[in-house]
């Protein structure tokens, strides 16, 4: 390559076909990242924990390999979001409780990657236990949005986001409970993808049958999000929930298919949405048409949405952390004691609702997609906000009861197990990136794939990043 800059906006797809032919070797992605790095962090502060020594080293022992038995990443670095361990590498969780925490075995996931040739040389930035649509710590301080410095990155994968948009990524794991993929996405203008659970294997937590929470890939156009989740499939015994590999999920999404019939709702039934917004994520389903396919305004009932997610989010902090809030609650933000708090005072009768609930949203999502192949909404209903506004209050009129009322429009996915994409559609007047939420039937994130990558085609904006962060 001519220069690292020149490797830096290459594609993720483009860099792993070099790695294979030789052009470029693992050493100089690396040199590259770290360069850039250099140039761009200080001002949006994304990858605050390096690790480029151990990548290095890992980089090493894979050139021993041939080139065609170096994995399905053959050698691309991918940033680990600070919420899941890797052995030997500061991991914080984003909370002054781990602040010094060095975890002795990788997860699950960590260890699928480095199989498939990925070097792990950053931790990416999270708030704090991954609570909240705003990423800022006591640890690591903010993660500032590269569009416009003075606004959030959203949570609570922000800093991986911004990695992306800002090139000292080319492709990035993160993870998703009410949003976490996709409103940074949607905030920095690149692609997450929440998958179906089991997908990704992961190590349990307190919670081994969890269906809420997962990790699923980031990148800058829609293969190279493909490559990744590719690169992170796989059966584990170590995780009851995890699915065999049967799919190749960037074939997939280069396969050609195209929905026949697909719905639009701005806001699912359930929410407020900034009318900007909402008109241009309309703007992008519509064109939808351009595929021969039919675009109707329809969604299923979520009506239950935000009780079912309050209750089982409640339930699942509870069980997560309160063991730390009785020793250590002086070292926890305001809003994370509340969601325990608020899972401990919930009663047997509020969980037995809860999941009933819960199954009855998930066969109405089912049966939708008998009607339709896909569905499509805001991934999250406003732009980027003023980053040191800690969450959403109001929208549109509406104030919000909690910090995570505003993120609803992505929770209720995430309560029908479907997976959900989060694709860059347009910006607003001032230049704020939006992503359309492209959401299909439980395990079908081929589908999910080819769709959105045939409208980022139409719609022209992959290759908007890697930018230089903008004050």
């Known amino acids: ?21 030789g052009e470029v070797t693992p050493f100089d992605c690396l040199d590259a990242l770290e360069a850039r790095l250099a140039a761009v962090d200080s001002a949006v502060n994304a990858l605050p924990i390096l690790c480029f020594e151990r990548a290095r080293e890992q980089a090493r022992r894979l050139m021993q390999r041939p080139p065609n038995e170096r994995g399905l990443l053959a050698g691309l670095p991918v940033p680990i979001k600070d919420l899941t361990d890797v052995a030997g590498v500061r991991t914080t969780y984003g909370s002054p409780i781990f602040a010094d925490f060095v975890p002795e075995a990788s997860d699950i996931l960590v260890n699928t990657i480095e199989a498939e040739g990925g070097l792990i040389y950053a931790k990416s930035n999270t708030p704090e236990f991954g609570a909240g649509g705003n990423t800022f710590n006591e640890v690591f301080g903010t993660t500032r949005n590269p569009w416009n410095t003075a606004l959030s990155a959203a949570g609570s994968s922000g800093g991986a986001a911004v990695a992306l948009a800002t090139g000292t990524a080319w492709v990035a794991q993160g993870s998703d409970l009410g949003g976490s993929l996709r409103n940074p996405a949607s905030f920095c203008g690149v692609v997450g993808l929440r998958p179906s659970p089991g997908r990704v294997a992961s190590t349990p937590g307190a919670k081994t049958d969890r269906l809420l929470s997962v990790n699923g890939p980031m990148g800058r156009t829609v293969e190279d999000t493909a490559l990744l989740l590719d690169a992170m499939t796989g059966e584990s015994p170590g995780d009851p929930l995890s699915l065999p590999r049967t799919e190749n999920f960037l074939a997939a999404a280069r396969s050609g298919w195209r929905p026949t019939r697909v719905a639009f709702s701005a806001d699912l039934g359930i929410t407020p949405v900034d009318l900007e917004v909402a008109a241009i994520c309309q703007a992008a389903a519509e064109r939808f048409v351009e595929l021969g396919a039919i675009v109707e305004e329809a969604h299923p009932d979520l009506s239950e949405a935000h009780d079912t997610f309050q209750v089982l989010r409640g339930m699942s902090f509870a069980v997560s952390y309160a063991g730390l809030l009785q020793n250590h609650r002086d070292k926890m933000k305001p809003e994370v004691i509340w969601n325990i708090e608020q899972g401990l005072n919930y009663t047997m009768a509020d969980v037995v609702r809860a999941e009933n609930q819960r199954a009855a949203l998930f066969r109405r999502m089912n049966a939708f997609f008998d009607t339709y192949d896909l569905l499509l909404c805001p991934a999250t209903i406003v732009a980027a906000y003023p980053a040191d506004e800690r969450y959403v209050s109001q929208c ?22 479907s997976p959900a994409l989060s694709l860059p559609c347009g910006f607003t007047r001032d230049g704020r990136p939006v992503g359309l939420q492209i959401v299909g039937r439980p395990r079908a994130e081929g589908r999910v794939l080819a769709g959105a990558r045939a409208l980022e085609e139409i719609l022209g904006l992959h290759g908007i990043t890697p930018i230089d962060p903008r004050a």
């Open 1 to 21: 390559m001519a220069c690292d800059e020149d490797l830096i906006k290459l594609t993720a797809c483009a860099v792993v076909d070099l790695l294979r032919r």
């Open 396 to 417: 549109a009129g509406h104030t919000f009861s909690n910090y995570v009322e505003w993120l609803a429009i992505a929770y209720a996915i995430t309560l029908t197990a």
